[in-house]
């Protein structure tokens, strides 16, 4: 399949340039004159005129997605079509292939889709939740709603990852620090004093002989230890990728100290957020606990809605799994149980949400409070042993001669 630069007019008057895939310079051509737009020139696209993508994550992030949500909801409300809208939704993206996308949602609405049937050629760039949230806004005439609800979950869920991102930062920083001395000192410190010490032929401390041989180990053989940290990391990541290693990660990170507490009150924010919002947009129960768990990121707690979705199929409440699956706080069961008797489970869930990412933002800032001096005893407890191995034989040296 070649690539082809092109220029055309679409059917609004707009001048458009890009590139396209096809067999042929006729398939080509055809394809840009389907949808009524006037081709001006089309060309074989040399190296430099080929788009290069290059992504880091997910294409489009939750706050993008917030932004594009809010001011949809907001054109509508003018009054503006949903074609119109997605028009100046495009022209407004910074994103390219967010832009892109929008564009290609907006063709296929202007030839007879629905918005959501759109959304869902595109699911790395609109979640499963955003698809459905779209449908049953266009089944229930009340797409405004929906949007703005997607609004405030997807504000809420890009300032909930900030906050875990900014729980990460710190302990990143003070770990490259560390590592960093440590090669220095390794690399450069040691091998000076261990010549002097070859000199005076003195019998060494069993730390500066330890020291030394790790020194020597890291000069010489670097790259054996190069090696096997990378075999090490691709043997995580491959056996992550498993069932049993998702599982198994999954329950370390729930359970590790100071960062379990963060896991499992990210995990319940998000959860119940989710649920809300879908649920409130009219959603069957069963639907909702499915698409929530699509979107969880940690392997024990989907294992937990599978069961869940399971349960409530068979006709027990929500409250009843979410009990036994041992994953959330004892709280979440309970408000639960109480929204299913009151007949405001999508109200009840929105106020656990709301506690949850209060007790995020809380236990955030508990955990980089916790790791600063966590981070500075570790760093002595590597630093320090290194400064004693090169210190001892010299004091050793000098009681010699005093």
Known sequence: MAVYKYEIIDPNGKHKKGTIDANDELTARQTLKTDGSTLVS???????????????????????????????????????????????????TENKKFKAVIEEVHDDVQKGETLSSAFAKHPKFFPEMMIQMANAGEASGSLETSFE??????????????????SMVYP????CVIVGVVILMMTVIVPQFTSTFDEIGAELPGITKAVMAVSNFIIHWWWLALIIIVAIVVFLKAFKK?????????????????????????????????????ISSGMALVEAIHITGKIMTNAVVQAAMVKAEEDVTQGFPLSVPLMECD??????????????????LDEMLSKIANY????????????????????????AGTVVPIILAVLMPMFSLYSAIG
């Open 42 to 92: 089309i060309a074989m696209a040399g190296a430099l005129d080929k788009e290069v993508n290059i992504s880091f994550g997910a294409p489009v992030k939750p706050k993008e997605l917030a932004v594009f949500c809010n001011m949809f909801k907001s054109i509508l409300a003018a009054g503006v079509t949903i074609i119109e809208a997605l028009g100046m939704l495009s022209e407004q």
């Open 149 to 166: 609800r997607l609004t405030t979950h997807f504000e809420k869920d890009a300032h909930l990852k900030a906050l875990v991102a900014k």
């Open 172 to 175: 990143i920083i003070l770990i």
């Open 242 to 278: 498993t069932e049993r290693g998702a599982l198994l990660f999954g329950r370390i990170m729930l359970r590790m100290p100071l960062f379990g507490p963060l896991a499992i009150k990210t995990a319940a924010a998000r959860f119940t957020r989710t649920l809300s919002t879908l």
């Open 327 to 344: 994953v959330f706080p004892i709280m979440v069961p309970q408000m639960v149980k109480i929204g299913e008797e009151t007949g405001s």
């Open 356 to 379: 949850y990412d209060e007790e995020v933002e809380i236990a955030t800032e508990a955990l980089v409070a916790a790791m600063e001096p966590l981070i500075i005893i570790v760093m």
